[in-house]
C-alpha cells in the first residue's frame, strides 16, 4: 500500500488545517491507521489513531482539538486539526498497518507551521 499525505500548510495559532491520507488501495478492516509528528531532534510521535473497527487513540497534547476519520469508499483518512498552537508544528506522517501483516506503509511527511 502506498500512502499520500497532503494538507499541511502554514496557519496562524487558533487556527485549522485538514490532512488527508490517500490510499492506494484498500486499507480498511483489521488495520490501523495512524498519524505521527515529527520535529527536529526529537523521535517520531503518536498523534492519533484509529484502531480496527473504530477504536481511537489520541496523545495527550491533542485531545479535544484533533480528530481522525476515515472515508472508507476512498481509501483515505484524515486528520482535523482546530485550535492549532505553536508547539503542533512539525512533519506529519501518515502510517497504516494490516494487523499480523509484517510490514506498515508510510506516507511522506507533510509539513504544519503554525506561527504565534
Known amino acids: 500500500v502506498q500512502l499520500q499525505a497532503s494538507g499541511g500548510g502554514l496557519v496562524q495559532a487558533g487556527g485549522s488545517l485538514r490532512l488527508s491520507c490517500a490510499a492506494s488501495g484498500s486499507i480498511f478492516g483489521s488495520s490501523t491507521v495512524a498519524w505521527y509528528r515529527q520535529t527536529p531532534g526529537k523521535q517520531r510521535e503518536l498523534v492519533a489513531a484509529?484502531?480496527?473497527?473504530?477504536?481511537?487513540n489520541y496523545a495527550d497534547s491533542v485531545k479535544g482539538r484533533f480528530t481522525i476519520s476515515t472515508d472508507n469508499v476512498k481509501n483515505t483518512f484524515y486528520l482535523q486539526m482546530n485550535s492549532l498552537k505553536p508547539e503542533d508544528t512539525g512533519a506529519y506522517y501518515c502510517?497504516?498497518?494490516?494487523?499480523?501483516?509484517?510490514?506498515?506503509?508510510w506516507g511522506q511527511g507533510t509539513q504544519v507551521t503554525v506561527s504565534s
Open positions: 484509529i484502531i480496527g473497527a473504530g477504536t481511537t
Open positions: 502510517f497504516h498497518h494490516f494487523h499480523g501483516a509484517l510490514d506498515s506503509s
